[in-house]
């Protein structure tokens, strides 16, 4: 089971994560929704394509952009559809 925390309450658990460039992207159905607030900031990578991001909202703390996806990855990232990763302190453990 891999694990995603933040301010010490789990945001994200599964036994279903793929691992892509050292970051475990998450099925977006084991992400725990009530935490992610929606933000306006995009990044582009090269092989994965455009990258959308959640701030997190746990307890009242705010870690903005903290949670990314990709809606429509290029093909040779389509492994990271519907799946979203975590950064910015937030602790993953397997």
Known sequence: MTTARWQGTVVAESEDTVVVEGNHYFPVESVRVEFLR???TTTVCGWKGTANYYSLDVAGHTNPD???YYADPKPEAEQVR???AFW???EITE
């Open 88 to 90: 910015h302190g937030v």
């Open 38 to 40: 929606p933000s306006d």
């Open 66 to 68: 903290a949670v990314w």
């Open 82 to 84: 519907g799946r979203v």
